[in-house]
Structure formats: C-alpha cells, structure tokens
C-alpha cells in the first residue's frame, strides 16, 4: 500500500512562491502517475497536475488551466518524493494541497494523506 505525506504549506503573498513536497513509500517511481489536487474553502476537490513516469523516465506532465505557466510539477525518482513549484501566487490558490496517485486527472486511491495548507494573502 502506497502512503502519501505532504508538506511545504504556508502562509505566503500574493505574488511569492512555495514549493510543496510529497513523500511516497511502499512504491517505487518506476511506472506510475502521480498527481497534486486542491481543495479550497467551500470547494470540491480538484486536479492541478500530474507527472508520469515509465521505466523511472518522465514522459508526461499535466496541468489545470488556473495553474499553467505559474506551477511546475516534478519528482525525484530516487527519493520518491515528488514537488510542487508554484510561482505568483494568487489568493484564489488558497488550499489545502494533496497529492495521489494518478489515472489522466482522476485519482486512483480513494483515501487521502492530511495535506498541506498553503494560504495567500491579499
């Protein structure tokens, strides 16, 4: 069984960046997809990328259109954690951040680690 750990949440201003990290044992990065979700207040749930690996090669990487070109997704096969880098931060990316394991945009597990909340400020 997969455990996903998140963090690098925080409180930050429009505008600055924060990197979100997300840890996962009991499962090596050699094919599988893996993806960042969000939740914000008074929201569902929602897709925001995803990375794909086969044979530890990346050969895919996806992203909602609210984050294109502001949020980079990447992972470190070795260390099974995969990144979040997220620049020019809006208020609207207030969430609480989670990461899953991934088919296209929809998540696989149907249990989600506590996540990691990141707030921007106005």
């Known amino acids: 069984q997969v455990q996903l750990v998140e963090s690098g949440g925080g409180l930050v201003q429009t505008g600055k960046s924060l990197t979100l990290s997300c840890e996962a044992s009991?499962?090596?990065?050699?094919?599988?997809?893996m993806g960042w979700f969000r939740q914000g207040p008074g929201k569902e749930r929602e897709f925001v990328a995803s990375i794909g690996f086969i044979g530890g090669r990346q050969y895919v990487s996806d992203y909602a259109a609210y984050v294109q070109g502001r949020f980079s997704i990447s992972a470190d096969t070795a260390k099974k954690t995969m990144y979040l880098q997220m620049n020019r931060l809006k208020p609207e990316d207030t969430a609480v951040y989670y990461c899953?394991?991934?088919?296209?945009?929809?998540?696989?597990?149907?249990?989600w680690g506590q996540g990691t909340q990141v707030t921007v400020s106005s």
């Open positions: 899953n394991v991934v088919q296209g945009r929809r998540p696989v597990f149907d249990y």
């Open positions: 009991g499962r090596t990065f050699g094919n599988i997809e």
